[in-house]
């Protein structure tokens, strides 16, 4: 069975603090997909990254940088000097590589708050 | 610009009335989908699309209906069968091969009065 778990409902910072959002993920397959998406107020989730199975190395692209380790299944999400346009709701997700977008299976979730 | 566009953003129904939410996008994707989001909770997927004339029920597709006429366009109409209609609708699209990022639309809100 697939899973993402993301254990933090709601994470509340100051503005500047660099803040981690964690993803844990379960699946049988060898190889798949995980990705996060961002969901600001307006409502749509906005695509930020892709990550192949076979692709450890860790992505930076400005203020944002993720960690995959297969060894904890994990595929955290970290901000470094938060700002208030960085509040919304962040996505973790998971799908298989030899199936359908549509197996595509989401976390529940982090709201991120960020403090002027 | 290429995109997803939903409308209504925003829309009230009566009970008993049918409503129908339009998807359209000119990402020249051959898969759609539909989600609902309920306040606070993830993503559920109602129906989707990987070609034209041919859909699938996702896991809470009573209620809804859809069809594919055109490659761009995945309406979906929410039925009187649906029974707690209010929700924020998401349509998205992808390439039909596998492991293929989804993109989202805006959304649109249901509100039942």
């Known amino acids: 069975a697939q899973k993402v778990t993301q254990a933090q409902t709601e994470i509340s910072v100051v503005e500047k603090e660099d803040v981690t959002l964690d993803c844990v993920y379960e699946?049988?397959?060898?190889?798949?997909?995980l990705f996060w998406y961002k969901q600001p107020p307006s409502g749509e989730l906005v695509f930020l990254i892709r990550?192949?199975?076979?692709?450890?190395q860790n992505e930076i692209s400005g203020r944002y940088s993720w960690n995959f380790q297969k060894s904890t299944s994990s595929f955290n999400f970290t901000i470094t000097a938060s700002q208030v346009v960085d509040s919304a709701v962040y996505f973790c997700?998971?799908?298989?590589?030899?199936?359908?977008?549509?197996?595509?299976?989401f976390g529940s979730g982090t709201r991120l708050s960020i403090r002027p | 610009d290429g995109g997803i566009t939903q409308s209504p953003k925003y829309l009230f129904r009566k009970e008993g009335q049918n409503v129908t939410l339009s998807c359209e996008q000119n990402?020249?994707?051959?898969?759609m989908y539909w989600y609902r989001q309920d306040p606070g909770q993830g993503l559920r997927l109602i129906y989707y699309?990987?070609?034209?004339?041919?859909?699938q029920k996702g896991d809470i597709a009573e209620g809804y209906s859809v069809s594919r006429e055109k490659k761009e366009s995945f309406p979906l109409t929410v039925t009187s069968a649906q029974k707690n209609p209010t929700a924020f609708y998401l349509c998205?699209?992808?390439?039909?091969?596998?492991?293929?990022?989804?993109?989202f639309g805006e959304g649109s809100w249901l509100t039942v009065v």
């Open positions: 699309s990987q070609i034209v004339n041919d859909f």
């Open positions: 990550r192949n199975s076979f692709d450890e």
């Open positions: 990402l020249n994707h051959d898969a």
């Open positions: 699946t049988r397959d060898t190889t798949y997909y």
């Open positions: 997700a998971l799908t298989p590589e030899y199936s359908s977008a549509s197996k595509i299976i």
């Open positions: 998205a699209s992808s390439r039909a091969a596998t492991g293929n990022t989804i993109y």
